[in-house]
């Protein structure tokens, strides 16, 4: 018997009637206009790139700097150092063999190497790694789990499946199931691309390196006392130019040799407070890449008072949770591949 509901004495609606117009998808980037997947590959709107006209390897860059490099380990140490392993509430119903079987699968992996690139999600937004089939046991598992440059990748402008980028082809081409593990952080259908926590440390660091720049200069210009040769008005160029030559060896050597009716003088800078700007400069873009990607400058920075540093401690501890949940998924995702070639149903 159908169910529905009797909308007047004489019609009658079926629940599947009433359902069908609700399959399908009505809030489409087309209908609504938007043509940047029109290629069939939608592009990373990440305001950052999009402004440069640079893809991912941008941030990559960044890892080379000190304190993103040491906020990176801090973060990856911290999920490495908790326990992991199958759930037995959430596993709960398992049958024994099937859970045995994923554990096996799993022992045979480097979770270690697979756990960092898996954290790479955070950082860069998304992270894809391939999965590598073989035979376990005789039976087919993942014999391994490769991340790969998350620029090769993209997504599909509707439905947000993840296309390869290969070479000839314009919008990428469909990978195949069961194939690649997909994660990342703040994911959505808007943005299949992630919203990665380097893209706020681009400027800061950009504005670090430059503040080094300057203030290594200004401390080669201004650090030391400049010698001030004097001879008399009727030199000759070419005594002044002799002069010049021995004061700047003098820099270096501490020792010059003047004519007898020459004279040198030292001065020094009265005041280096112009130096000041530049510390203050990358003292705050210290603070803004350590907000960024510690979610606290308290734990880092000299100032910090024992209270303050335990307080952002346990906001760390709020973000480690929230990438170990990351990397699960990362990990679900590939025993469910599993479990769908070997236990269908399960």
């Known amino acids: 018997m159908n169910s529905g509901l009797w909308v007047s004495p004489t019609e009658f609606v079926s629940f599947a009637q009433q359902t069908e117009p609700l399959a399908g998808q009505i809030a489409s980037r087309v209908a609504a206009g938007d043509f ?42 911290a999920v490495l150092a908790m326990e992991r392993g199958i759930d037995d509430e959430k596993s709960k119903g398992t049958p024994a ?13 480097d979770m270690q190497r697979i756990v960092r690139d898996q954290m790479d999600g955070s950082f860069f937004g998304y992270r894809v790694s391939e999965v590598m089939w073989g035979l376990v046991d005789g039976v087919p598992g993942p014999l391994d789990l490769i991340a790969k440059p998350s620029e090769w990748f993209g997504f599909h402008p509707e439905t947000g499946a993840l296309r390869f ?110 130096a000041d700007l530049y510390e203050k400069l990358l003292m ?35 973000l480690r949770d929230d990438d170990a949940q990351m990397v699960a998924a990362g990990i679900n995702q590939l025993i469910q591949y599993y479990c769908d070639v070997n236990f269908p149903g399960v």
């Open 165 to 274: 980028k290969k070479v000839g082809s314009l919008g990428g081409v469909e990978v195949p199931d069961r194939k690649f593990v997909t994660v990342g952080k703040m994911r959505s259908w808007e943005n299949p691309y992630g919203e990665p926590d380097l893209a706020a440390c681009f400027w800061p660091v950009t504005f670090k390196r430059a503040g080094y720049k300057f203030w290594v200069t200004f401390t080669e210009k201004y650090g030391m006392p400049w010698p001030v040769g004097k001879l008399p008005r009727s030199a000759q160029p070419k005594e002044v130019d002799d002069l010049a030559g021995k004061l700047e060896a003098m820099v270096r050597d501490a020792v010059a040799v003047v004519p007898d009716d020459a004279s040198v003088e030292l001065l020094a800078v009265a005041s280096t407070a112009n």
């Open 284 to 318: 705050f873009s210290r603070s803004e890449i350590t907000i960024a990607l510690l979610g606290n400058n308290q734990s880092v920075e000299i100032q910090a008072n024992r209270a303050s540093a335990m307080a952002a401690q346990d906001g760390e501890a709020d």
């Open 36 to 77: 940047s997947g029109f290629f069939g590959l939608l592009p990373n709107p990440d305001p950052v790139l999009k402004k440069m006209g640079k893809d991912i390897q941008a941030y990559r860059d960044l890892l080379v700097d000190p304190l993103v490099k040491g906020a990176r380990r801090r973060r990856t140490a």
């Open 97 to 109: 063999r099937v859970r045995k079987a994923v554990e096996n699968v799993l022992a045979h992996l």
